[in-house]
């Protein structure tokens, strides 16, 4: 797993709890290629799968959209309902008072499309709410390698959306396979228990 740390992170007062991210999938199926899907997980592996209906209990939104793949993941959350708090505000971006935004027209309700989703990440990593903590942003698939289509004709890539050069300085940026995040999760957990002992 290769890493670009932004600043080196101070240690704080903040307990954390068991690992939990927040996710973003993107269909695969050529009629959804455009949909995204936003989620929360203590396993992002097992949730993948579960997603495209190798084991049970994906959601009922994206049976009908498989297979998926999964782009990224934010963690480093305090506790659980800040990770479902940090899930809401990007699914509804439009309406979260997490976000604080100029122009709330460029977000619609309700909207699945993947160039919204990273936009609204990106938003969101650089508000001044989200950003008071220190994220982790796993990236599994290179932002720059996704073409996002806005018509037939035009292709825009997906970092006029999401550029990870202009984060704050305190969401650190790593990149890798899932595999490799799993053995890297476990230290991360065997350090978070060190922390609040």
Same mark, same amino acid.
């Given at each position: 797993?290769?890493?670009?740390?932004?600043?080196?992170?101070?240690?704080?007062?903040?307990?954390? %709890? +068991? $690992?939990?991210?927040?996710?973003?999938?993107? /269909?695969? =199926?050529?009629?959804?290629k455009q949909t995204s899907y936003i989620g929360s997980t203590n396993d992002?592996?097992?949730?993948?799968?579960?997603?495209?209906?190798?084991?049970?209990?994906?959601?009922?939104?994206?049976?009908?959209?498989?297979?998926?793949?999964?782009?990224?993941?934010?963690?480093?959350?305090?506790?659980?309902?800040?990770?479902?708090?940090?899930?809401?505000?990007?699914?509804?971006?439009?309406?979260?008072?997490?976000?604080?935004?100029?122009?709330? %027209? +460029? $977000?619609?309700?309700?909207?699945?499309?993947? /160039?919204? =989703?990273?936009?609204?990440?990106?938003?969101?990593?650089?508000?001044?709410?989200?950003?008071?903590?220190?994220?982790?942003?796993?990236?599994?698939?290179?932002?720059?390698?996704?073409?996002?289509?806005?018509?037939?004709?035009?292709?825009?890539n997906a970092t006029n959306f999401f550029d990870t050069k202009n984060l704050?300085?305190?969401?650190?940026?790593?990149?890798?396979?899932?595999?490799?995040?799993?053995?890297?999760?476990?230290?991360?957990?065997?350090?978070?228990? +060190?922390?609040?002992?």
């Amino acid at each position: 797993m290769t890493e670009k740390e932004n600043h080196q992170l101070e240690t704080t007062d903040l307990k954390y %709890e +068991e $690992f939990y991210c927040c996710y973003l999938l993107r /269909s695969l =199926s050529p009629k959804y290629k455009q949909t995204s899907y936003i989620g929360s997980t203590n396993d992002p592996k097992r949730r993948l799968r579960q997603h495209n209906g190798e084991i049970a209990s994906g959601a009922k939104k994206t049976s009908n959209k498989r297979p998926w793949e999964m782009i990224l993941f934010v963690y480093g959350f305090p506790n659980h309902v800040a990770a479902l708090q940090f899930e809401w505000s990007w699914q509804n971006p439009s309406i979260t008072r997490r976000l604080q935004l100029k122009n709330r %027209e +460029e $977000f619609k309700e309700n909207d699945d499309k993947l /160039s919204t =989703s990273l936009l609204a990440l990106s938003k969101m990593l650089k508000d001044k709410f989200w950003s008071r903590w220190p994220l982790h942003l796993h990236i599994l698939i290179p932002i720059e390698s996704i073409i996002l289509r806005q018509n037939k004709s035009l292709k825009i890539n997906a970092t006029n959306f999401f550029d990870t050069k202009n984060l704050s300085k305190n969401i650190r940026i790593t990149n890798g396979n899932i595999e490799d995040f799993n053995n890297y999760k476990k230290i991360l957990l065997e350090n978070l228990l +060190e922390m609040n002992i």
